[in-house]
Every structure is written in C-alpha cells, then in structure tokens.
C-alpha cells in the first residue's frame, strides 16, 4: 500500500491509505452486521487542473480536489445504494445503503459481487510524476503554447480552447474478500479556431496523453492549418462515393452506433441491432475490433474495472465476425458468462454499467488517400450523438472535408452532409490509413467506405 501515497499525489489529502483500508474494512463489517449478504465500497479521490481561453485571453484558471464513497449492499436479493463525499460519513452511508435495500423488491439476476482476484494483468504507462508535479503556472503554459501555436498560422485566432490536467486514486473491496487500488494521471488540450478576416473558417484539434509528452502548441498550430486549408469551399451535389473518416470523425461515429449496440445491457432489453448475432459475419472479414483495458497507456485502461474485476482484451468483431459483447458483473450473472471487465462508473456516486474500455480498430492499413482516385475526406462530423442506436442509421455534417481526385486532397467542401448506417459501413469499409489517433477510448486510423451518399449544399 505505500507506493500509493497521498502525500505525493494530493498536497491536500489529510489521510493515509492505511487509514482508508481500515475505515472501508470497519464499514464492510458493519454492513455484515445490519444484515447486508454482500457488500461493496468504493473510493475515489481526484486532483484536477482546467485551463479555459477565449481567443487569446486566458479567461479562467481552477485547480479542484474531490473525493467521495459509494456503497453497494445487498438484502435478499435486493441491492441498495448510498453515495457520500463526507469522509466522517462512511459508516452512516452504509446504513442507508443497506436500508434502502430492506425497502426495495429483489432483484432475479443478482448474484453476488466480484470474487476476490488472485492476481490483476500489469498494465503500464498509466501514471507520470511529472504530472502530478506540474504547477498552477505550467499548465497555464500548456494552454499558452496552444494559443501561440494558433497563431503562429497567419489570419487564424482561437476562439476557445483548454487544457486540463488530472491526477487520480481508486480503491474497491468487498465481503467477498476483493481489494484492490489504482492511480493514473492524464493531460488534454484543445483548440478551436477561426480566420481573423475574409472568408470564415474553423476548424479544432485535440491531444490527450497519460503523460506529459503533448507539445499543446503543435495542437494549436495543426487546428489553425487545418482551418486555413478549408477556406473557399466548393459546393458539390448529391453523389455516391467513397467516403473517407479521419479518426476524429470515425471514432465519433462508432461511439454513438456500435460501442452501445455490443452493451450487453442492451443486447439483454433488446435495444442493439447485434442482438442474437454472435457468429455471424457482420463486417469486412479483415476487419477486427479489440476491447482492451489492458493497453499500455490507453486512455480507458487499468489493471481492473470499477467493480474490481480484472479487465483483458476482448475480441469484438473477429475477421469480420461478431465475437462477444462487453459485459460488467451484473449482465454477465444475467446471461450465465464470465464478466469481460467493462464495468464502469461515472463517479463514486453512481452505481457501475457497461462501457468499453480502449476500442481497438485494426485493419490493413495503406495509403488511402493516394489509392482513391475519386472520393471525400472528412476530418470531424456533427451530430453523430443524434444516431439511431438500435438501427444504427445516422446522418451528419462533415466539418473540414475536401474532394480526392486522382489520389490526392484536392479542394476543401463548402459544406456536405452525409447519412448511412454503421452495419453497413462495417461491411463496406475496404481501406485504412497509417494515420493511428486515440480518440478518447477508441483507438483508430482513418477509414475508407467504399461508397456512402453524401449531399452538398
């Protein structure tokens, strides 16, 4: 337990984990005591730093720290819930959890909670010291260097933008004899920005790393490039092309359609199109998806999930075929299966659910570009979270998008939108790029669909 001190983490923290082990192992007990089968208490305290600009003005500067108990008990079937951020609260929160429980309906499919682990998979990278000692004044810097990297670009200013830093700590333990703690560190910037004068352009990037290795003025300088190439858009019609999705826009796309329709919550109260599909051919068949917690330095990575589960690479889409959903605890009982390790929770204040973790695209990769003789190029979407999670239909707005011809990025597109469906798209993708970005949890290279009805203005 001493590698994890709070003393190095959270200037801040008045406890010592010795402390916070013997408090959480005191209120298991009590939980026993009132009448609780099982009971489960969770722990998290966070360190964070956000920096906020407009145009070039920094506009707001907060450093915050929060910290807070969630309590799962369960009385015949029955699982209640409490969540406080009162450290002298924890014993009181279990009565009420466990209350709560006496008053509430069992549950069928409630077994138990996670089964005390023998051993969690190493994964690294998760944790920067630098991070964790970066000061007021350095982060201020970060977002700094963002805006001089802006407007390094000529005619271009940002119009918002910000950096954050993170510093983490969570612990989990249950009756059924689970402990288990983790740390992690991370830092992100983004820029937004738009020409000075003239023709109006805007265009953004972004970067996030759990180390301090992001250069934030290469983020600013690349949003406003990407904004300058964009002015004196052309205006196409209505046509089937080939259609390719940077990574910013494709694993936009895939976070609003396929992530939740291989949610095992869903499959099990018939809300997915993938619904009793294992085993079929649902995509290219050199297509495969990875679930996997385990990525060295994955942004959604850890040694075990928020229930304390161990998590692990969980093949979702093999050669084309649907291999597995993605389970926590509870659907997993549901369906008589082994937890994939995807339960997780917004805050300590939230009961956990199923997400993904890190969704690995992986694909032929080649030059796309250069191999398309004629197609569109789409950085960024608008309006992928408006998609139809059950069919799986979605129309957007390509941002920053330019005509291919001859193999080539030619002229950028006025403006274009662009409607499909992501079973389709899976089966129709025939190409990726080199071009590898994580994208918050999902990892990809650009992607070519072979053909996708776009309409200009």
């Not at 937890?339 to 956990?352: A, I, K, V, W």
Request: charged residues 20%; negative net charge.
């Amino acid at each position: 337990m001493s590698k994890f001190d709070f003393e190095k983490m959270f200037s801040g923290s008045k406890m010592t984990v010795d402390e916070l082990h013997a408090g959480v192992e005191k209120a298991l007990a009590l939980s026993e005591k009132l009448g609780a089968s099982d009971a489960e208490i969770v722990f998290s305290l966070s360190e964070s730093t956000s920096i906020q600009f407009k145009k070039d003005i920094i506009e707001t500067a907060k450093q915050s720290t929060g910290a807070g108990y969630g309590v799962r008990a369960a009385v015949n079937g029955a699982v209640g819930f409490a969540g406080t951020n009162r450290m002298s609260d924890l014993e009181e929160t279990v009565r009420t959890a466990v209350e709560s429980a006496k008053i509430m309906e069992a549950d069928p499919f409630f077994k138990t909670f996670p089964e005390k682990t023998a051993s969690y998979p190493d994964v690294g990278g998760l944790y920067d010291a630098q991070i964790v000692g970066m000061s007021l004044d350095e982060c201020i810097g970060c977002a700094s260097d963002m805006i001089s990297g802006v407007k390094s670009v000529e005619n271009m200013i940002p119009t918002s933008g910000g950096f954050s830093r993170s510093v983490s700590y969570f612990m989990i333990a249950n009756t059924n004899g689970l402990s288990a703690q983790k740390k992690g560190t991370a830092v992100s910037g983004f820029a937004d920005v738009t020409t000075v004068s003239g023709d109006v352009s805007t265009a953004y990037d972004y970067g996030v790393s759990r180390k301090k290795d992001l250069d934030f003025s290469v983020i600013g300088e690349n949003a406003a490039i990407l904004a300058k190439q964009s002015l004196k858009g052309v205006t196409i019609g209505a046509e089937k092309l080939p259609v390719i999705f940077h990574p910013f826009s494709f694993a936009d796309i895939l976070e609003n359609t396929l992530a939740p329709s291989v949610d095992a919550d869903n499959i099990q109260k018939e809300r997915s199109g993938l619904a009793g599909r294992l085993g079929e051919e649902i995509a290219n068949p050199e297509l495969s998806i990875v679930d996997d917690g385990t990525l060295s330095g994955g942004i959604s990575s850890g040694a075990f999930d928020d229930e304390g589960t161990p998590t692990q690479k969980t093949k979702v889409i093999e050669n084309g075929v649907l291999a597995s959903y993605l389970y926590d605890s509870y659907t997993a009982g549901k369906d008589d299966v082994k937890s994939t390790g995807n339960g997780y929770r917004y805050s300590y204040s939230s009961e956990p659910g199923v997400d993904f973790s890190n969704f690995i695209i992986q694909f032929p990769q080649s030059d796309v570009i250069a191999e398309t003789k004629r197609g569109i190029y789409i950085n960024t979407v608008i309006g992928a979270h408006t998609a139809n999670e059950i069919s799986g239909d979605f129309s957007v707005e390509g941002r920053n998008a330019f005509l291919i011809e001859n193999g080539a990025i030619s002229k950028p597109i006025k403006s274009v939108m662009i409607s499909g469906n992501v079973f389709e798209m899976l089966k129709n993708i025939d190409g990726a790029g080199k071009d590898i970005r994580s994208v918050g949890g999902i990892v990809t290279p650009s992607i070519r669909i072979s053909e996708m009805s776009v309409i200009g203005e």
